[in-house]
């Protein structure tokens, strides 16, 4: 198992693109709205990747962005998953959305990817410069706050959301 940083010579030898495309199809028919981006859904593969890594060296984000990494986790030559390590913390982060989000699809879910997406994701945030890692997950995400807590998040507090959301549950792992 591996994560990848989706790159235009990984989307060109065609690897993994079926089950990419068969985890969107998933993720657009489930109602949860839990991305771990907002990221533009992109009209190309080529767009998406120029974007990633524009993003990725802090070009051309959208308003109150931080630069970020968006990395495949896959595993028997199949996509299952991405996160998206933002490689600082603006206000918004570090009251809401923290370090690393992480998103398994619908069809792999429950079979400890989730776990496993977080805890190689730390690996690569680490390589970031990150030392302490920020993780939330809203408070009724039972598998999130799972993954979190196994993967050594101290819980900080709850956090209030402006826009009457249900609280975010804050969490710092110490990444050795
Ligand atoms: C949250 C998410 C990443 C979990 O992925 P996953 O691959 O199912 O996670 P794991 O298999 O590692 O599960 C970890 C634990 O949570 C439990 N779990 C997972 N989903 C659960 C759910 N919906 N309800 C209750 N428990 C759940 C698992 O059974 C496991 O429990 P255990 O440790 O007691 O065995 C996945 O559901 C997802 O992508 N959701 C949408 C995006 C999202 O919410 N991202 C997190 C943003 S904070």
């Known amino acids: 198992m591996q994560l990848l ?10 690897q993994f693109l079926k089950s990419f495309f068969e985890a969107q199809k998933e993720l657009d028919a489930t109602k949860d709205d839990r991305y771990s981006n907002d990221v533009p859904r992109p009209k190309t ?8 890594l524009a993003h990725s060296r802090g070009e051309n984000l959208p308003n ?3 630069s970020y ?3 495949w986790l896959i595993d028997n030559d199949e996509f299952i998953g991405d996160t ?3 490689h600082t913390l603006n206000d918004h982060l570090r009251n809401i959305g923290g370090h690393i989000g992480y998103t398994i699809r619908p069809s792999k879910r429950k079979q400890g ?21 920020l993780i939330t ?8 706050k799972k993954i979190i807590e196994k993967n050594g998040g101290i819980f900080e ?11 975010k549950l804050l969490y710092w792992i110490k990444i050795s």
């Open 5 to 14: 940083f989706p790159t235009h010579e990984l989307i060109e030898s065609q």
């Open 45 to 52: 593969m080529k767009e998406y990747v120029d974007t990633l």
């Open 64 to 66: 109150d962005w931080v």
């Open 69 to 71: 990494s968006t990395f």
């Open 84 to 86: 998206h390590i933002r």
């Open 113 to 133: 990817y989730g776990t496993k997406i977080l805890k190689l994701a730390l690996i690569e945030a680490k390589k970031l410069g990150i030392d302490f890692a």
């Open 137 to 144: 997950c809203d408070e009724t995400n039972i598998g999130s």
């Open 157 to 167: 507090k709850a956090s209030e959301q402006s826009d009457g959301h249900e609280k």
